[in-house]
C-alpha cells in the first residue's frame, strides 16, 4: 500500500481532515482526540483505489509468488526423485517444507482474516468500533500464535520445549 504514497497527496490541513473523518464517523475513540493523529487519505477515490484496487493487485501477486515457490517445492520434493540425495535427506527436507508451509499459513491466515472482514465492512459500510477493536486484538494476538506455530510444526522445537517444560537439560549438539 505504501508504494502509492508518492501518487497520493496526504491532505496538507489535517485539522480538516480529522473534521471530515468526524462527518462519517461521529463517535471516534478517545485517541482520536488526544493523541496525534495524521489522515493519510482523505478522498473516496484514493480510498477505494488503495482497498479495491491495488490491495488484491498486491495480494494476487504476492498470491501467485507463493504458488509458485509451493509448486516448484512439491515438484522437486514429491514427483521429481534425483539419487543425487540421500533418502534421508529427502525426508527431512519433506518435514522442513510441511513445517514449513504450516508455519506459515497459520498467521497468514489470522492476518487475512481481519483484512477480509474490514474491507468488506468497508464496502458496505458497517464498520464499527467493537469490529475494529476485535479485529485489532486479533492482529495483536498473531505473535503468540506465530510463536506456539512454529514451536508445534517443528519437530527440534516441540522437542526442546517439551524437555524445558520437563527439567531436563539437552545437549547443544
Not at 36 to 58: E, H
Not at 64 to 90: A, D, E, H, P, W
Not at 96 to 120: D, E, K, M, R
Not at 127 to 132: D, E, I, P, S
Request: glycine share 6%; aromatic share 12%.
Amino acid at each position: 500500500m505504501l508504494s502509492m504514497s508518492p501518487f497520493i497527496s496526504s491532505p496538507s490541513d489535517q485539522d480538516n481532515a480529522k473534521f471530515q473523518i468526524l462527518q462519517s464517523n461521529p463517535c471516534p475513540v478517545i485517541e482520536f482526540f488526544s493523541s496525534p493523529v495524521f489522515v493519510w487519505i482523505i478522498d473516496d477515490f484514493w480510498i477505494n483505489l488503495v482497498f479495491f484496487v491495488i490491495g488484491p493487485i498486491q495480494f494476487v501477486n504476492c498470491l501467485g509468488n507463493v504458488l509458485f515457490q509451493t509448486g516448484c517445492s512439491i515438484y522437486f520434493l514429491y514427483i521429481s526423485k534425483s539419487s543425487v540425495i540421500s533418502i534421508f535427506t529427502r525426508h527431512m527436507q519433506q518435514r522442513f517444507f510441511i513445517g514449513s508451509v504450516v508455519q506459515a499459513a497459520v498467521p497468514t491466515t489470522l492476518i487475512a482474516i481481519p483484512y477480509v472482514v474490514i474491507t468488506v465492512a468497508s464496502a458496505t459500510g458497517e464498520v464499527t468500533q467493537a469490529m475494529t477493536n476485535l479485529l485489532f486484538l486479533l492482529l495483536g494476538v498473531h505473535g503468540i500464535i506465530e510463536s506456539i506455530t512454529i514451536i508445534m510444526a517443528h519437530q527440534c522445537y516441540r522437542h526442546s520445549v517439551y524437555s524445558i517444560l520437563n527439567g531436563k537439560r539437552t545437549s547443544a549438539g
